[in-house]
């Protein structure tokens, strides 16, 4: 149980749809870790015996809406080579060599550093999904993990189907303290799997009301056989029969007009990840057409080893950035629609209406942003525009000092308060040195 509490602060953006800046407010915290008020104090109810004072920003729990965060053990390496490439070359060989226990160790720091950035959320598609429920439940954080199943010479996507389902019915779709896992199926691609494979996964998901997310035209080659012989991987999908429950694309990054009206017509959502889809030369997603086209997005790191880190605040500006190049138009995504795609535009492309912003009945993922350093100089008293301005764009995830998860503080003065961040990284040095001998 948490202890009921307020918190309060100058500002507290409760990222709802018109992104407002609520001055001098407070967040109410229940018993069951949900909130039960976030507003002015001028309306709020009669306070609680705890009310704690912030100086800064309050704000929702970041939602990381496509990572594979064990990957941490892997950073840096095959740095400069194309997707494929370095998914055959690097990636799946080191993969192959992971003991289960190492994927708990590489879960372990990465929901460290997202936490410490404000990251209470993350979307995980990867193995031996007990390590990585065992991670975060340990650090206090939130995950949504998609068991990762392929076909290859020596894993049977069958055999990781029946998995997947038998857990969730075994343990629910959401289990723990806060519900904070939930199960769900990562189907790894179009070009890992056959057809019948992608239907049967799809009938499981829709059947548990659970996640289906795969990776969908990240890159140009990556699927030339696919767009051969059906026009696209969204077109293929429909096909198969996938579409009609909660299906989520990573990357998207090159649709057609068609395919960006067909994921509209099937309220598919998209993750999007600016930073990886750079660094690996993968391609700009039509961000402002999928907008357009009421297309749910929520923004996602991808792994660390294609990033390189784990940062959601970095893919906030990209996401900004990068659709204003694609668009010739500094208009095409405002500060605010970055920071909404984050919290609330995530928890939307995930199918949650539990997490992603600060209002009743949510559970109470909560960020503090301290406001002494440059990027808020000019104070809190600034204009809304100015003021979110400054938080996206000069700030970032260097503000953070403070996380709750489920109402439970788990980051303090900008540390992890659970686990011990330096046993982690030392951890991962010593399975990263085994994995390069």
Not at 58 to 84: D, K, Q, V, W, Y
Not at 91 to 110: Q, S, Y
Not at 210 to 218: I, M, Q, S
Not at 378 to 403: C, F, I, K, Y
Request: aromatic share 4%; charged share 20%.
């Amino acid at each position: 149980m948490t202890a009921v509490k307020r918190l309060r602060a100058p500002v507290v953006l409760p990222a709802d749809k018109d992104c407002s800046v609520l001055r001098n407010a407070v967040v109410d915290i229940d018993a069951t870790g949900r909130i039960s008020y976030c507003g002015p104090v001028a309306t709020a109810p009669e306070a609680p015996e705890s009310v704690v004072s912030y100086p800064g920003i309050l704000l929702p729990g970041l939602i990381n809406a496509h990572a594979h965060s064990p990957m941490t053990m892997l950073r840096g390496t095959g740095g400069e080579l194309p997707l494929l490439r370095w998914l055959h070359e690097v990636v799946w060989p080191a993969e192959a060599r992971l003991r289960p226990a190492d994927i708990r160790t590489g879960m372990l720091l990465g929901s460290i550093e997202m936490l410490r950035r404000g990251v209470t959320t993350s979307v995980e598609m990867y193995f031996h999904g007990e390590q990585l429920a065992e991670a975060v439940l340990a650090t206090g954080a939130r995950v949504v993990l998609t068991s990762a199943i392929l076909q290859t010479p020596k894993l049977d996507w069958r055999a990781l189907l029946r998995a997947a389902s038998a857990w969730i019915d075994a343990d629910g779709l959401r289990f723990g303290p806060g519900e904070r896992v939930e199960l769900g199926y990562g189907p790894h691609s179009a070009y890992t799997l056959p057809p019948e494979a992608l239907t049967e996964i799809a009938e499981q998901s829709r059947a548990r009301s659970a996640l289906f997310t795969t990776h969908v035209a990240e890159s140009a080659r990556e699927d030339e056989q696919q767009r051969a012989e059906h026009g696209s991987v969204p077109q293929l999908l429909a096909k198969q029969q996938v579409y009609g429950g909660r299906v989520l694309f990573a990357h998207a990054v090159h649709l057609s007009d068609s395919d960006i009206e067909l994921l509209a017509r099937h309220n598919v959502a998209v993750a999007h990840c600016p930073g990886s889809n750079a660094k690996l030369a993968s391609g700009i997603a039509r961000v402002p057409e999928l907008r357009a086209a009421g297309v749910p997005i929520g923004l996602g790191t991808d792994g660390p080893a294609s990033n390189d880190d784990l940062d959601l605040w970095e893919e906030v500006q990209l996401s900004a950035m990068l659709a204003r190049l694609s668009a010739a138009d500094a208009t095409a995504l405002t500060a605010a629609d970055a920071l909404l795609m984050a919290t609330s535009g995530s928890a939307e492309a995930l199918g949650r209406s539990d997490i992603g912003a600060l209002e009743a009945n949510r559970w109470a993922d909560i960020v503090h942003i301290g406001t002494d350093g440059p990027a808020f100089a000019t104070g809190l008293g600034v204009p809304d525009e100015q003021l979110l301005t400054n938080l996206v764009w000069a700030a970032g995830s260097r503000g953070v000092t403070d996380v709750w998860v489920a109402g439970d503080q788990v980051v303090r003065d900008g540390e992890a308060v659970r686990v011990d961040r330096a046993k982690a990284q030392a951890d991962v040095a010593l399975v990263a040195a085994r994995l390069r001998v």
